[in-house]
């Protein structure tokens, strides 16, 4: 039995002007992509992903690294985007202004279509030169790993950001941006801990904006929400492209 939509959400976001979507690892948890808090299957059980995704582990043990990224790839190419993804293709084209603020490094938002969007800690499917910084498209497989980069020979590495990292100014002001001038931000499947990401929806709020949360679980975010819906998001998204009696081509494909 889904959750019960409240009405005045709904008179909200289809009111709505400016709406920003920040998305985290729950969103692509019923695509089968592993959340960053569940515990990791198999070789990688024995390791915490806020550990691995990190420089220092790279330069302490860049084959461990490199292999837990071909991992987490193998897994996602695996994988394919879920009716949250297309639900928020649909908001997309139905809304006036919107914008899409990823944590995620999956690529599945991109997959389903939707394309105002920031991946604000890059994508697991870009690899670059560790030295020099630029992304990489082919290199020579050899037995040795990480793979070397053809240019300047350094270590390649995969294009994401890693704690400690800073994010490309142009993505954190673009996003920081929306969230000041928005009139309802829409947090999903985020444990709203991470920085920057999680300062979006508190800036959001401070600036004006109404803020829905959806996520099975309580969060940070909860206790500031102005609507907290304790469901799934692939339960949820579509419902709420379907209340607003928005066009669900997105979610239609998806559903065939
Ligand atoms: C930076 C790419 C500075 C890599 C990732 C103390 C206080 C504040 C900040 C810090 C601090 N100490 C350190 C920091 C900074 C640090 C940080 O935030 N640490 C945290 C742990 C406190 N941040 C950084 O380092 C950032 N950089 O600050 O730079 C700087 C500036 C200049 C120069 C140098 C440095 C960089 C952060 C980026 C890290 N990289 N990803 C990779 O993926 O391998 S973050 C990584 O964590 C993923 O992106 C993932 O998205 C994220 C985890 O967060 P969530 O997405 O929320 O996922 P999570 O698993 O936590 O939660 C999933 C949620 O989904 C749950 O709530 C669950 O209930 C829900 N859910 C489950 N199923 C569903 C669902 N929801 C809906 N539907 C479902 N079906």
Redesign the pocket.
């Known amino acids: 039995m889904s959750l019960q939509i409240p009405d005045d959400l709904i008179t909200t976001l289809a009111a709505a002007e400016r709406v920003v979507v920040l998305t985290?690892?729950?969103?692509s948890?019923?695509s089968g992509v592993p959340?960053?808090?569940?515990a990791q299957t198999g070789l990688w059980a024995q390791y915490d992903?806020?550990e691995l995704?990190t420089p220092q582990a790279f330069a302490r043990n860049p084959r461990l690294v490199w292999e837990w990224y071909a991992w987490r790839r193998k897994l996602i190419q695996q994988a394919k985007p879920n009716l949250?993804h297309h639900a928020l293709v649909d908001l997309e084209q139905a809304l006036p202004t919107f914008l899409l603020v990823t944590?995620?490094?999956d690529g599945f938002h991109w997959l389903a279509g939707s394309r105002d969007m920031i991946e604000l800690?890059?994508n697991i499917a870009r690899t670059r030169c560790y030295e020099e910084g630029h992304v990489v498209s082919w290199w020579e497989e050899t037995d040795e790993l990480p793979p070397r980069c053809p240019h300047c020979g350094g270590p390649l590495r995969p294009d994401?950001?890693?704690?400690?990292?800073?994010?490309s100014e142009q993505a954190l002001r673009s996003a920081f941006d929306a969230a000041a001038a928005c009139d309802l931000f829409i947090s999903?499947?985020?444990?709203?801990?991470?920085?920057?990401a999680?300062g979006l929806p508190l800036l959001a709020k401070r600036m004006g904006a109404r803020v829905l949360e959806?996520?099975?679980?309580q969060?940070a975010l909860s206790v500031i929400a102005d609507w907290s819906l304790q469901d799934?998001?692939?339960n949820l998204l579509p419902q709420l492209v379907r209340r607003l009696d928005f066009p669900t081509n997105a979610i239609d494909g998806a559903e065939q």
């Open positions: 985290g690892a729950g969103i948890a019923e959340t960053f808090r569940e992903p806020r995704a949250a944590q995620n490094i800690h890059g994401v950001v890693w704690f400690g990292e800073g994010i999903v499947g985020t444990s709203a801990m991470v920085q920057p999680a959806i996520n099975p679980a969060t799934k998001a692939s």
